[in-house]
């Protein structure tokens, strides 16, 4: 099985490894440079949705893999607050699509003004830590709850969300068991 990636981030290819070698040990992870086709910090899910999804489906039809994925983080204000949280999008050959979010975690209020400014919370997170990439290891949220949930974890737990449809296909779509 081969699945690409749209995306050349570490942290990105080693949720993609770590998740499928409890799938299929088997399956071939590739790295497709891929834009996102949106901002580059996105400010909205819905943003941060179409982002994963283009990613997916570019990656996907590059190498005619089996499967794409396309993760992209965002920020998403509402009246709680700004949050962030990554978006992952799976698609197949067949034009299956799913999507999953990850942890989703309030931003405190300066780091929040400046991503909905359009800096880069990496870029933020970098910058505090003193170290270029520092937001590929711990993350916003590792940086925010002191290393209980780093990066990867986080991108993880929203790609097995993504592939809920491929993992449990009979409880999805219009023939779905009930």
Not at 4 to 25: C, E, H, N, W
Not at 121 to 127: F, R
Not at 141 to 154: E, F, I, K, S
Request: glycine fraction near 10%; charged fraction near 25%.
């Amino acid at each position: 099985m081969l699945i690409a990636v749209g995306s050349t981030s570490d942290s990105k290819l080693r949720t993609a490894r770590a998740v499928y070698a409890r799938i299929d040990p088997a399956a071939r992870i590739v790295a497709v440079l891929v834009d996102s086709a949106v901002a580059a910090q996105p400010t909205s899910d819905t943003e941060t949705i179409r982002g994963a999804l283009h990613r997916a489906r570019e990656s996907r039809t590059r190498e005619d893999a089996d499967y794409g994925i396309g993760i992209e983080g965002g920020v998403h204000q509402d009246e709680w607050g700004v949050w962030i949280c990554a978006w992952v999008a799976v698609v197949d050959r067949a034009g299956r699509e799913g999507l999953g979010c990850g942890l989703r975690l309030r931003l405190p209020a300066w780091m929040a003004a400046r991503a909905l400014a359009g800096e880069e919370v990496g870029d933020i997170v970098d910058a505090l830590l003193g170290h270029d990439e520092a937001h590929e290891v711990l993350g916003a949220v590792g940086l925010l709850t002191r290393g209980l949930v780093d990066r990867q974890a986080a991108l993880e737990q929203a790609l097995i969300a993504a592939l809920a449809p491929f993992l449990s296909p009979g409880h999805y779509g219009p023939d779905a068991e009930r």
